[in-house]
């Protein structure tokens, strides 16, 4: 008889959770593996998801609901095996103790919600940005979730391209 594993669970950090974070959360979620729960925060976050975000997620036929912009601090007892800090400002802060047993990666996905120019332009950052993020989510899932943990987890989801 095999034993299940608890899901894996996730914690995107972007410093204001209002895009990068957010898209992150969604397109983990959407994936509907049982062995993988995500979830999103910021250090500061701003309380309000950016609308483009919900707007190419919608289009992309990826559930919104429940996506908010919220503080790591609500979610100290989501308690995550892995913390994926998307941006570089959120990467250079000092996070909580409690992220201290956790597996912690850096991805350092552009911003989207940055870029100027036509709303082609715009669109097209969003779904570059989803489109990484898709891709490391389907070479995550890849590997053997069940049989992987502590450092073999890490060095794993090192050579998919994520850095501490």
Not at 118 to 132: G, V, Y
């Amino acid at each position: 008889m095999q034993l299940t594993r608890k899901k894996m669970k996730i914690l995107f950090i972007c410093t204001h959770n209002r895009c990068r974070s957010i898209l992150s959360e969604a397109i983990a979620n959407h994936q509907n593996d049982p062995r993988l729960q995500a979830a999103s925060a910021g250090s500061q976050p701003v309380g309000q998801v950016h609308p483009l975000s919900i707007k190419y997620l919608e289009e992309a036929g990826i559930s919104t609901e429940g996506l908010q912009s919220q503080s790591w601090d609500d979610l100290e007892s989501f308690a995550p095996d892995v913390v994926v800090t998307v941006c570089d400002s959120a990467a250079g802060e000092s996070c909580p103790v409690w992220f201290g047993k956790s597996i912690k990666l850096h991805w350092g996905l552009e911003d989207p919600s940055k870029v100027e120019g036509s709303d082609d332009q715009i669109k097209a950052a969003f779904l570059e940005c989803m489109k990484q993020i898709e891709y490391r989510m389907h070479k995550i899932l890849q590997l053997d979730l069940d049989n992987l943990s502590g450092d073999g987890l890490k060095a794993e989801l090192v050579k998919l391209g994520a850095q501490d």
